[in-house]
Structures are given as C-alpha cells and as structure tokens.
C-alpha cells in the first residue's frame, strides 16, 4: 500500500483525538476522558506528514494494539475507554530512558479511508515570558507541558492502516532511526515488513535500472562500474537513507530526471522513507577474472566490464580484444 502517495495528494482530516500523560517510573499513566482539538487540527496533521518516511512494519498476530484498533474500527463509540487501555498497555513498557510526556492516538481519513495515528510526545523544556504591567520588564517562566513542532519531541510514531485480518504500518523512532526500540516495538507488537536482505537487494534492482533507462546519458566507465559501486557501499556499514545513497552513486553523474525516477523506483518497490542498514551477505561481490598467457602477459579485470573483453581461438594461436575509450600506462 502506498501511504506516501496517499498522504501527499489529499487533505488529512483528524476525525476523533485524545491523549494521555504517560510518567516516568510511575505504575499508571494519567488519564483524560476527553482533549478537545479546537483550532489546532493543523498542527497535528502536520505531524502525521512527519510520519511518511517512517519504516514498514507489519503487526505480530499476537499484538495487544492491533486488536484495541480493531475495536475501535468496529465501534467508534469505544475510542476513548480503548485509548486508555492502550495508555495502560504503554505505560507497562515503561523504563528510565523513556521520557515522560504524552501517548496520542487520532483516528484520521484520507481520501474517505481511515488510518490511525499514534504518537509519542515527550515533554520539552521550553521557556515563555510575559511583560510586566508597565511593559517595560520581560518575567521568564517555564513551561514544562507544552507541544513543539521540534522534531525531536515527536520521539514515536506510528501512522497504521488496517486490513482484513492485519495492518500496516509506517514507523519513526528517534531513538533507533534505521529500525525501531525493544520498547517501542513490544508496545506496538510489530515486525520488520521487508528483511535487510530484501531491502538490499531492492535498492540493487532500482540502481541498475534506472542506469540501464539512462545509459545513453551516462559516461561508460561509471555503467561498467555501477553494480561494483553498490556493492561496495553496502559493505561500508552505513545506514542507507535514499538521499545519501543518491548522492553516493550517482554524485556528479546524477541529474533531475535520474533523481526523479529514482524516487518514483523507490515508492513503486515501497520502500521510499526506508532506512536500515545493509545486509553484506546480499549481494555477490563482482568477479575479477584473470588471464594469463604463456608468453607471460596478466590481464586482470571486474566481471563487470567483462562486455569490453573478447577472446577468439584457432589451432595455432588466441586473440585477446579489449574495446576502450582510453588507456594508461602504470
């Protein structure tokens, strides 16, 4: 399912909203019976928004929270009693590198089809001031309970569709960006929706075509080079965002249209907002094949550009071809 098409191409309307104040160390959270949303439905749909390149996971059929949405589903009239068993559930996660602050959950359409939201807010000092009555004096105070559009304090969320039997869902933890917290994950009852492995090799299949769509455009040494350049970097360790693999692979080479459909290869496969790390054992590594002849002549090359190499054999002798643009002497 493409959430990111979804998101971006309709207007995000926040049908029923509540939260609760989740504490640090404390057994149970607190809870209200009802937050009215007022004038400030943009602000958290922009939140949602937030949300879209988040990871992909999908719910454990054992999951406490998919079945509180599913009751939701079935009953809207069960949205507040069901937000404060899921606050409860929350809570019993809770551990000293969890910040006190606010569990949400919203449920939202989007072009007439309903998802829900669930956001953690933690509580960020910020400080306010007022003047005095005459104006001339500035008194600073704290405010210790407030919602910031820094993206640092929406510290989880989670944007779910449900299915028939299941849901997906779409995941940002600030705390482990390429993957999702013990926490967070035990809260939620979910899973990864593709493996590393899968992953890895999407981003394979999306590199080498759209090079091959534009290998007109692009200079020889870097197609015969492409497959090698992505294997290299998912043994680099880094984690794949797919802005700086973009600019990894292609750099100077890369133009509009090529980062245009990059994208577009990106959302078509449902990965686009994925960020893991590498699977090394993914990929085969490039062949160097080597050649030795009795005079004494090596001639060592990537099974990438094997294309550029040809031998031809007869009875008496072999005649080794190599096609290039330009050639050195070490």
Request: glycine share 4%; hydrophobic share 35%.
């Amino acid at each position: 399912m493409d959430f990111n098409q979804e998101l971006k191409s309709n207007n995000i309307k926040i049908e029923h909203f509540i939260f609760h104040i989740v504490h640090q160390g404390e057994e149970k959270p607190y809870l209200l019976d009802e937050t009215p949303l007022g004038k400030y439905e943009s602000f958290f749909a922009e939140r949602i928004i937030e949300t879209i390149e988040g990871n992909r996971f999908k719910f454990l059929d054992s999951s406490l929270v998919m079945n509180f949405l599913y009751e939701i589903n079935n009953d809207i009239n069960s949205f507040v009693p069901i937000s404060k068993k899921m606050a409860e559930h929350f809570q019993s996660f809770q551990n000293d590198l969890i910040k006190p602050g606010v569990l949400i959950l919203m449920v939202i359409k989007i072009a007439k089809k309903r998802f829900f939201s669930i956001i953690k807010y933690d509580h960020e000092e910020v400080l306010a001031y007022k003047l005095d009555k005459k104006g001339s004096k500035a008194i600073l105070e704290e405010v210790s309970n407030s919602f910031t559009k820094s993206k640092d304090s929406l510290h989880k969320s989670a944007l779910i569709k449900l299915g028939n039997k299941s849901g997906e869902l779409l995941i940002i933890d600030k705390k482990v960006r390429s993957d999702i917290s013990v926490f967070f994950k035990g809260f939620l009852g979910v899973e990864r929706k593709y493996s590393p492995t899968e992953l890895t090799t999407r981003i394979e299949r999306i590199v080498l075509d759209v090079t091959k769509k534009y290998r007109n455009e692009l200079p020889q040494d870097f197609l015969r080079s492409i497959k090698k350049g992505v294997y290299d970097i998912s043994q680099s360790g880094i984690e794949f965002t797919h802005d700086a693999f973009y600019d990894k692979i292609f750099g100077i080479n890369g133009n509009e249209n090529i980062k245009k459909d990059y994208y577009k290869s990106l959302k078509k496969s449902d990965i686009f907002g994925e960020v893991f790390n590498f699977d090394k054992n993914a990929l085969r590594k490039p062949r160097k094949i080597k050649i030795s002849t009795a005079e004494g002549i090596q001639i060592s090359y990537d099974d990438s550009v094997k294309d550029r190499v040809s031998i031809k054999e007869d009875k008496t002798e072999s005649i080794i071809t190599i096609k290039t643009e330009k050639f050195f002497y070490d």
